[in-house]
């Protein structure tokens, strides 16, 4: 019997098929992201975000929701602080962060400049919502203040971090700098908006009950704060066009759309006079 062994083939005689489509779309990303740095954190940060906030957004349609407003229950277990001390706790980390990153982090050009404030921007009015704007139906866990807080820390963290490493690398085909600007504002003013017209369904602190909200998207969505929000960080994607800050995007996209539902739903099993017709989050879609 005779055995015969393979030949190598020089290299240049091997045809590579690369399906066009699968080409077309890695290609499309290459123009709008920078290439990702080879650093262990913000990979498995990156992978972390998306799947964790996904993985939270799923967990709100099949109603184990995240125990903060409306949602939060009282079981006799949890160590209760207040409303107001609770969003604080959860905001000022990621504030102080922020903030620092401008003394921490070298000044590297545009970009990493507009990412350091919009971060610190979207937390500064937060707070400022938490001190001056919302009205507290009760206190909150603080088990969840501190693992919200944690999150929100080390996502502004690898957020500022991530847009640090690239400088100096390949950049984006495409600079969306301008335009994420624009979306960030529209984005933080519609939030703030739609935050005041809930504020105004209270007249006061010890006024716990609640309403079906009236004004701006209120009379098509029922969380039109969480749609200007998706908008704000898909600004500030447009402005870092980096791996880490777009998995974070694509997660904070999911969980909102997630609690949106369970709002929506929340206030059909509360008020009969709540229109079917008013959506979760994308008028007359979903």
């Known amino acids: ?17 690369n399906p066009p489509r699968e080409r077309e779309t890695m290609e499309s990303m290459v123009k709008f992201l920078y290439p990702p740095p080879s650093n262990l954190f913000i990979s498995a940060m990156s992978v972390a975000s998306v799947v964790s906030l996904a993985n939270a957004g799923f967990s709100e349609i099949r109603g184990k929701n995240m125990k ?3 949602f939060s229950i009282a079981d006799g277990k949890e160590r209760k602080i207040s409303g107001r ?4 706790l959860a905001y000022t980390p990621a504030f102080l962060a922020a903030v620092a990153s401008f003394g921490l982090v070298p000044d590297e050009g545009l970009k ?23 009205k507290y139906s009760g206190g909150m866990d603080l088990g969840v203040a501190i693992p919200i807080s944690f999150s929100y820390f080390i996502s502004t963290t690898a957020m500022i971090y991530s847009q640090h490493l690239i400088q100096g690398h390949s950049e984006s085909q495409i ?14 003013s519609g939030n703030f908006y739609h935050h005041y017209l809930l504020s105004k369904l209270r007249s006061n602190n010890s006024d716990k009950e609640y309403k079906i909200p009236k004004g701006g998207l209120f009379d098509l969505i029922i969380c039109p704060h969480y749609f200007f929000e998706i908008l704000g960080f898909w600004g500030v994607f447009f402005i870092s066009q980096t791996v880490y800050t777009f998995s974070f995007t694509i997660g904070t996209t999911l969980y909102l759309m997630g609690r949106s539902y369970a709002t929506r739903r929340w206030y059909l099993s509360k008020f009969d006079d709540f229109s079917r017709d008013i959506k979760a989050l994308i008028p007359f879609v979903f």
């Not at 001390?85 to 604080?88: A, E, I, Q, T």
């Not at 971060?119 to 704007?133: A, P, Q």
């Not at 600079?175 to 933080?188: H, K, M, Q, R």
Request: proline fraction near 5%.
């Open 68 to 70: 903060y407003s409306k």
């Open 1 to 17: 019997m005779a055995f015969s062994f393979p030949q190598f083939i020089p290299k240049e005689n091997i045809l590579i098929i």
């Open 175 to 188: 600079d969306l700098s301008y335009p994420g600007i624009v979306l960030f504002l529209i984005g933080i």
């Open 85 to 88: 001390n609770g969003m604080l």
């Open 112 to 134: 990493v400049l507009l990412i350091k404030s919009a971060v610190t921007i979207h937390f500064l009015k937060r707070i400022f919502e938490v001190l001056f704007i919302h």
